[in-house]
């Protein structure tokens, strides 16, 4: 079975930083794009960022335009694990933050809160 594992989370002031990070299993995650997804409290579930599954000299990686310069995803397929970077959070960064496979399969997720 494919499992996603996140962490990373937690609760930090505006214009702090967070790494969240995504363990897979279960699949060959080199072969798959992944992304980050984020539900904040009474909204649907957002898309935050997503990097290809190219070798990492043509790897490319896109942003909402919410996170844009903000945000930075990436990957290590040697460890199997997708990353996050956020800097200069924001309150309204506030959610629970999802990896998620080119497939639909997502974690359980991490909760950031930002206040």
């Known amino acids: 079975d494919v499992q996603l594992v996140e962490s990373g989370g937690g609760l930090v002031q505006p214009g702090e930083s967070l790494r969240l990070s995504c363990v897979a299993s279960g699949i060959t995650f080199s072969r798959h794009d992944m992304s980050w997804v984020r539900q904040a409290p009474g909204k649907e579930v957002g898309w935050v960022a997503g990097?290809?599954?190219?070798?990492?000299?043509?790897?490319?990686?896109s942003y909402a335009d919410s996170v844009k310069g903000r945000f930075t995803i990436s990957r290590d397929n040697a460890k199997d694990t997708l990353y996050l970077q956020m800097n200069s959070l924001k309150t309204e960064d506030t959610a629970v933050y999802y990896c998620a496979t080119d497939s639909g399969v997502r974690g359980q997720g991490t909760q950031v809160t930002v206040s």
């Open positions: 990097i290809t599954s190219l070798p990492s000299l043509f790897r490319a990686a």
